[in-house]
């Protein structure tokens, strides 16, 4: 059995920063591909940033320059730094991970339960 649970959310003003992170938790041998998704009221989800075992990361056009995504492997931790926060990025953020079970086994896709971020203007 494993968990995502994602912690960090709340309320900010515009212009304001926080940090969400994400703990993977259970029957883990490895995690490779983590990413957080965020999803508005009335809209469907949306990747915002993905972090690679490598260390490789891509964010989304509105993110880019804003956001920053890390992992700490040692902890199987995922965050994610929000600066410059605007109203546009209240929504519900979810983390995802790939994980392996063991060393023989084909990785899974796992989901978080959400965090509420609400931005003020």
């Known amino acids: 059995q494993v968990q995502l649970v994602e912690s960090g959310g709340g309320l900010v003003q515009g212009g304001g920063s926080l940090r969400l992170s994400c703990a993977a938790s259970?029957?883990?041998?490895?995690?490779?591909?983590m990413a957080w998704y965020r999803q508005a009221q009335g809209k469907q989800r949306e990747l915002v940033a993905s972090?690679?075992?490598?260390?490789?990361?891509s964010y989304t056009a509105s993110a880019k320059g804003r956001f920053t995504i890390s992992r700490d492997n040692a902890k199987n931790t995922l965050f994610l730094q929000m600066n410059s926060l605007k109203p546009e990025d209240t929504a519900v953020y979810y983390c995802?991970?790939?994980?392996?079970?063991?060393?023989?086994?084909?990785?899974?896709?796992?989901w978080g339960q959400g965090t509420q971020v609400t931005v003020s203007s």
């Open positions: 995802n991970a790939n994980l392996r079970h063991s060393r023989l086994q084909p990785s899974r896709n796992y």
């Open positions: 259970g029957n883990i041998f490895s995690v490779e591909y």
């Open positions: 972090i690679t075992g490598s260390d490789s990361t």
